[in-house]
C-alpha cells in the first residue's frame, strides 16, 4: 500500500467513524423497562401518543402486576410514572383493563383513548380512557351470538362527529371495522363491517373524511373478505361503506403483508410499509417495502424495497416530519459502524425517505449483544415511532435495552431483556399539528398541539388570518395546547402559527400537511 492509499484508507475510516458516533449521539435511550416492575414487550402496535401538555403517554401489553401490562408517561426532565394495569388485592385497584398493546391516540375531545385486549375476567376487551389522569373503561366489547371473543389491537380514532371507530377481532382472520357512539349513556355499538383479517394498525382520519387502514393477511374479492392473498389497503366511510380496497400483489411487485398503517402525506397520498416482498412466482421474503397509495385507491406504487443493511421488515407504519421527509423503523437487521463489541449483532433500524422514494438513509441500527444477555441501544422495534412536535422522534423497542438497572439507577429493577423507550434527534424544525381533524369549514373549531403558544400573535389557515377580535375565535388553554376557529374565506394550505417572545424576536410554526376547506373543495365535512 502506498503512502496515498493508506491516507485515504484513514480518511475513509475516520469518516465512518464520525458518522457512526454522529447517529449515535442523535439517540438517546431514555428508560429500560423491567417486566417485574414497569411491564415489557411493546409490540404492534403499541402508538406513542403526545398529550396535549406535550407529554408522551404509552402502554405496555405484558409484565408488571400478574402479567398483565401496564400504563405509563414520561415527564421531561423526570422518570417514567408506571401504572399496573392489574390491582394488588390491598391499596391499588384492579383497572380490569388487561393486556392493553393498543397505546394511545389523542382525540378532539382533549382526552387518550387506547384499548386492552382483556377486560376482568372475560375473553374480550374494551376501549381505555385516559382523561385528567384518571384511566376509565367507558365501553367493553361484547361477542354476538357465534363470536368467542372481540379483541382489539389498536387504539380508536375518534371521528369528527365523537364517535370512535378501531378494528376488533376475534381470530387472525376474522375482524371487524366498529364504531362505538359516544352520544348515549351507556356507550353503545354502532355498526361493524367485517374486512378480511385482523388488523392490528389504528385507522387514519383523512382530509376527504373517510378512514383509511391495512389488512394484513387475505384479500376483497368483489367486496367482500376473501381467504387467500396478502393483505391489502381499504377504505370506509362513516356509514361503515368499504369505498374501495386494494389487494397486495407480490408477484407484481407490491409487496405483502402490511403490517402498520398508513398516513397521509403533505402530497394528500397514502404512504405505508409491507412487512415482506415476492418474487413472480409469490414466493415471500421477510425483507418488505415502503408504497404509496392515492386517496381513491389508484396509482399504487412500491417506492423503496428494504436491503439487509437497510433493515427489514418493517411491522409499522410511517410518519413525515417538518422536512417532509418520511420517518419509519424496521424489527430486523441494519448495518454495523467499525467498532462494536464481539457478539453484536444488528436487530432493526430508523430511517428516513423523502416521498418520491429518493434519498433513502439508515439514521440508526439497534444492536444486541449475546455476550451480555441482548443488552445495548434496544432491539426489534415493532411499534409505529411518535413524531413530537419537537421534531424528536420517539419509540420502543420490543426486546433489548441499554441499562442493568433501570434508567434511574436502580428504581427499575435489573435489566431482564425487556425493550427500550427512546428518543432520536432528527434536527428537523418544531412543528404543530392538529387533533385528528385535517379539513373544516370556515367557524368551525379545530385544536392544535405544539410550543410556545402563550406568545402566540397570528394564526393563519392557507394565508388567511383569524380575526383574534372575534370572541371565542382563539383559545390559548396552555404553552401546548389552542383552539382556533377556520376563518372565513380561508383557503388550502398549512396552518401557520407566529409566536413573539417579549425581546421582539418571532418564530414561525407550522403543520407538515395541508388543511382542507371545505367550502372550495367538495367532498365530505362533518
Known amino acids: 500500500m502506498t503512502a496515498r492509499d493508506l491516507r485515504l ?32 414487550a411493546p409490540m404492534e402496535p403499541d402508538l406513542l401518543a403526545q398529550g396535549n401538555d406535550a407529554i408522551i403517554y404509552g402502554t405496555l401489553p405484558s409484565g408488571a402486576r400478574s402479567s398483565a401490562g401496564s400504563f405509563f408517561q414520561d415527564v421531561p426532565g423526570a422518570f417514567p410514572n408506571f401504572i399496573p394495569s392489574a390491582g ?16 394511545y391516540m389523542l382525540a378532539i375531545d382533549g382526552n387518550l383513548y387506547g384499548a386492552a385486549q382483556q377486560f376482568g375476567t372475560s375473553t374480550s376487551g374494551a376501549i381505555i380512557k385516559l382523561s385528567a389522569g384518571v384511566i376509565s373503561s367507558p365501553f367493553q366489547f361484547s361477542p354476538p351470538p357465534g363470536v368467542t371473543s372481540l379483541i382489539p389491537h389498536a387504539p380508536p380514532v375518534m371521528g369528527l362527529d365523537h364517535n370512535l371507530y378501531g378494528v376488533v377481532c ?5 375482524a371487524w371495522v366498529y364504531q362505538v357512539i359516544t352520544s348515549t349513556t351507556p356507550w353503545s355499538s354502532g355498526w361493524s363491517t367485517k374486512i378480511p383479517s385482523c388488523s392490528q ?26 381467504q387467500g392473498g396478502f393483505g391489502g389497503i381499504f377504505a370506509i366511510n362513516y356509514t361503515g361503506m368499504i369505498l374501495w380496497s386494494y389487494n397486495m400483489n407480490p408477484g407484481a411487485g407490491d409487496g405483502a403483508y402490511p403490517q402498520g398503517g398508513v398516513i397521509q402525506a403533505s402530497d394528500n397520498n397514502l404512504y405505508g410499509t409491507n412487512s415482506a416482498v415476492a418474487n413472480s412466482s409469490n414466493a415471500v421474503s421477510p425483507t418488505g417495502n415502503i408504497f404509496t397509495i392515492a386517496l381513491n385507491g389508484g396509482s399504487f406504487r412500491a417506492l423503496h424495497l428494504f436491503q439487509t443493511s437497510d433493515g427489514i421488515s418493517p411491522q409499522s407504519g410511517l410518519v413525515q416530519g417538518s422536512d417532509g421527509m418520511l420517518y419509519g423503523l424496521c424489527s430486523d437487521q ?25 434519498n433513502f438513509t439508515r439514521l440508526f441500527t439497534f444492536t444486541r449483544n449475546s455476550n451480555n444477555a441482548g443488552q445495548g441501544p434496544g432491539s426489534d422495534p415493532e411499534s409505529t415511532p411518535l413524531l413530537h412536535t419537537s421534531g424528536d422522534l420517539w419509540g420502543m423497542t420490543h426486546d433489548g435495552g441499554s441499562s442493568r438497572n433501570g434508567a434511574s439507577g436502580g428504581q427499575s429493577g435489573g435489566y431482564d431483556d425487556g425493550g427500550e423507550l427512546f428518543k432520536y434527534h432528527t434536527g428537523m424544525a418544531p412543528f404543530i399539528n392538529t387533533i385528528t381533524r385535517r379539513y373544516g369549514r370556515p367557524g368551525q373549531s379545530v385544536s392544535l398541539i405544539g410550543q410556545g403558544f402563550l406568545n402566540t400573535t397570528s394564526v393563519k ?57 371545505c367550502n372550495t373543495f367538495p367532498g365530505n365535512c362533518p
Not at 88 to 97: E, H
Not at 170 to 174: F, I, K, Q
Not at 469 to 498: C, E, Q, W
Request: hydrophobic content about 35%; aromatic content about 10%; glycine content about 12%.
Open 170 to 174: 376475534e381470530s387472525s382472520s376474522t
Open 461 to 517: 389557515f392557507g394565508g388567511t388570518e383569524v380575526d383574534w377580535t372575534t370572541k371565542g375565535s382563539v383559545l390559548i388553554s396552555s404553552d401546548t395546547y389552542m383552539t382556533v376557529r377556520v376563518p372565513n374565506f380561508a383557503h388550502p394550505g398549512s396552518i401557520v402559527v407566529t409566536e413573539t417572545n417579549s425581546t421582539g424576536a418571532q418564530n414561525t410554526l407550522s403543520t407538515t400537511y395541508s388543511f382542507r376547506i
Open 9 to 40: 484508507a484513514t480518511t475513509f475510516l475516520l469518516l465512518i467513524t464520525c458518522l457512526c458516533a454522529k447517529a449515535s449521539a442523535q439517540f438517546t435511550g431514555i428508560w429500560t423497562f423491567n417486566a417485574n416492575v414497569d411491564g415489557d
Open 88 to 103: 394488588d388485592g390491598v391499596t391499588i385497584p384492579d383497572s380490569g383493563l388487561h393486556n392493553p398493546a393498543s397505546g
Open 334 to 358: 441494519g448495518a454495523l459502524g467499525p467498532f462494536i463489541p464481539l457478539g453484536t449483532t444488528a436487530h432493526g433500524t430508523i430511517f428516513k425517505m423523502a416521498l418520491d422514494g429518493s
Open 201 to 226: 394498525a389504528a385507522l387514519f382520519l383523512a382530509n376527504d373524511g373517510n378512514m383509511y387502514g391495512t389488512y394484513p393477511l387475505n384479500s376483497f374479492v368483489n367486496g367482500m373478505p376473501t
